[in-house]
Structures are given as C-alpha cells and as structure tokens.
C-alpha cells in the first residue's frame, strides 16, 4: 500500500463546477499537507498549504484536512479552464524541512 | 533569482554515460530537495539537504546516483553509467530552513537512449 493514495482521474468538468479533489493517507505522522498543481511539462506549483487539521481558503481555493480519518480534499469554486492541469497532493511529518511524499496527481479538464 | 532554476531543461544521452544536472535554488532558502518524475506519476524523493549537508538521502535508487552542494546553494545531482530506466524529469525544489513548502524548478528532462 502506497503512503498516499489519489485518484489519477481524469476528471473532466464544465466550466463553473465545482470541483473536489481528494487524497488518503497511511502515515500518522504527517502533519504538513500541501496541494500542488502541474501544467504540462512544468514543474509543481505550491497552491495550499495546511499544517494539520482544518480548512483554509485561498481564492477559489478550499483545502480541508481530516486527520482522524486521514482524508485530505481540494475544492475548487467556479472552475475555469485554465484550471485544467494535474493536481498533486503531498504531506511531511516534520517542522525540520523534510521529504515530501507526494500522491500519483489527479488529471482534470474543464470544458468551456 | 526569482525562482528555482534547473539546467539544462533536456537531456538525452547513450545508456552508460554520466550525466550531472544543475539546481539553482532561490536565493536565501537553505533547504534544497531532488525529485524524480516518471510519466503520470507524482514526484518521488531522492535527497534533501539543509545546508551544505545531505539530510536525508535515502531515496536515490543506488550508488550510482549521488549529489552535493558543495556551498549551500547551487547542488548537482550525478548519475554514473546511466540505463534507460533513469529517464523521468528530475526535479529540484528548495525552502526556507524549518518550512516544508517547497518551491519547484522546471525539471531536466533526461532520456537515456
């Protein structure tokens, strides 16, 4: 069993869904929860960031953290099509900088 | 600089060749990670370093891969006698020291041929 589980999709949505991405997780220990988004041929670009549990918003932006049942979700509000992109979940378990365990990213698409 | 930068962006090269990759981080962050991406997958760890110092090396796949940052920024990732199996984009990430969101570079593609 992988550390972090994530649905590779793809996933493809009209343009104004809402769109929610989720990952599980096996480690306890983590406590740093991020999202990262990658276009093609780019690398990841940092969009939230959670230590422990919780919600944050950011924009269009909703990340929510359950550790008691290990389950991390990214909402997007009003997706548009520069939307489109794979969405990567990571998590570390330590205030010292260090690895990040990243899921397998899930594919969306959003349709004009 | 702005961002973190990676040289070069492709590399291809003949199976049993070294090759070294180049990692600028940005400036003032102290903590420096490697990645590696195979297609439709998440990056997956190699080494990190705090400092001049590798942290925690204990994702690269065998002793053929090895890197250093000799002076706390600028790190190279090596690989010796390369096989088609290393091809994947390398990715280089850097933070500042005790924060884990790390700030990517564009990734060296490399294929080995």
């Known amino acids: 069993q992988k550390e972090v589980e994530q649905d590779p999709g793809p996933l493809s949505v009209p343009e104004g869904a809402i769109v929610s991405l989720n990952c599980t997780y096996s480690?306890?220990?983590?406590?740093?929860f991020m999202w990262y988004r990658q276009y093609s041929r780019k690398g990841p670009e940092l969009l939230m960031y959670?230590?422990?549990?919780g919600n944050k918003e950011d924009g269009r932006f909703t990340a929510q953290v359950d550790k008691s049942s290990k389950y991390i979700s990214l909402f997007i509000r009003d997706s548009q099509p520069s939307d489109s992109a794979t969405y990567l979940c990571?998590?570390?378990?330590?205030?010292?900088?260090?690895?990040?365990?990243f899921g397998a990213g899930t594919r969306l698409f959003v349709k004009a | 600089g702005a961002g973190v930068s990676q040289t070069p962006s492709n590399k291809v090269t003949e199976k049993g060749k070294y090759v070294e990759l180049r990692c600028d981080p940005i400036s003032g962050h102290t903590a420096l990670y490697w990645y590696r991406q195979s297609l439709g997958q998440g990056p997956e760890f190699l080494i990190y370093f705090q400092g001049t110092g590798a942290a925690d090396d204990s994702g690269l796949p065998n002793d053929r891969f090895f890197a250093v940052r000799p002076e706390g920024s600028v790190s190279t990732l090596k690989i010796q006698r390369t096989e088609r199996g290393d091809s994947a984009v390398y990715l280089c990430?850097?933070?500042?020291?005790?924060?884990?969101?790390?700030?990517f570079g564009q990734g060296t593609r490399l294929t080995v041929v």
């Open positions: 990430a850097s933070s500042l020291g005790g924060r884990t969101e790390a700030f």
């Open positions: 480690n306890s220990a983590f406590q740093y």
């Open positions: 959670t230590y422990s549990s």
């Open positions: 990571a998590m570390s378990g330590n205030t010292g900088g260090f690895k990040t365990i």
